[in-house]
Each structure stands twice: as structure tokens, then as C-alpha cells.
Nanobody, 121 residues
Framework: VQLQASGGGLVQAGGSLRLSCAAS????????MGWFRQAPGKEREFVAR????????YYADSVKGRFTISRDSDKNTIYLQMGTLKPEDTAVYYC???????????????WGQGTLVTVSS
């Protein structure tokens, strides 16, 4: 499974941005897909995840109410709509796919290349 992330960029605080992650295929290994982020000098952290079957979504407390994860089954693509962005949202954002629904990055088998989101104050 290959994941291709896109959509990062520079945005002012309070602005919005949408990330996309296209999967080359959907298998049992893509039962759950998620977004993680890693800021400079910090560990990678969970942002949001979605279950393909049923569309169940889960969010980190830090982004709940501001970010929305969604899927397009026809395109094998997930999205992360980010709103009310804050400077602390600045990070490289990675999409991931795995067999389990988990906030732990170690549970994901496939990773995209990462896309940089920079939020200026």
C-alpha cells in the first residue's frame, strides 16, 4: 500500500487548510487511516483517524472541534480539514494506514511521505 499526502502549506493563524491522502489500494491493511503530526523537537503525535467501514472518526483533544477527518471511498482518499489553525499546529503531517484502529503510531503499517503545515502568528 502506498500513501500519497498533499495539501500542506503556509497559512495565517485562524485560517484553514485541507490535507489529502490517497491510498494506492484498500485492503485489510487500510482498515483504519489516520493523520499524525510531528513538530520540530517533538515526538510524533496522533491527530485524527477514520475507519473506512462505517466512517467512524476519532480526534486528539487538541484538535477536536477544529479539525475534521473524512473519506472518499471512490477515490481511496482521506482528508483532514483543518480550521481555526494555531501556531502550535505547525508540524509535518503524516497520513498512515493500519489494520487496527489506534491512536498509537506503532500500530500503523504504512506511512505517507509527510506534508509540512506552517501556521504563522
Amino acid at each position: 500500500v502506498q500513501l500519497q499526502a498533499s495539501g500542506g502549506g503556509l497559512v495565517q493563524a485562524g485560517g484553514s487548510l485541507r490535507l489529502s491522502c490517497a491510498a494506492s489500494e484498500r485492503t485489510s491493511s487500510t482498515y483504519a487511516m489516520g493523520w499524525f503530526r510531528q513538530a520540530p523537537g517533538k515526538e510524533r503525535e496522533f491527530v485524527a483517524r477514520i475507519i473506512w467501514s462505517g466512517g467512524y472518526t476519532y480526534y486528539a483533544d487538541s484538535v477536536k472541534g477544529r479539525f475534521t477527518i473524512s473519506r472518499d471511498s471512490d477515490k481511496n482518499t482521506i482528508y483532514l480539514q483543518m480550521g481555526t489553525l494555531k501556531p502550535e499546529d505547525t508540524a509535518v503531517y503524516y497520513c498512515a494506514a493500519g489494520r487496527l484502529s489506534s491512536p498509537r503510531s506503532s500500530q500503523y503499517d504504512y506511512w505517507g511521505q509527510g506534508t509540512l503545515v506552517t501556521v504563522s502568528s
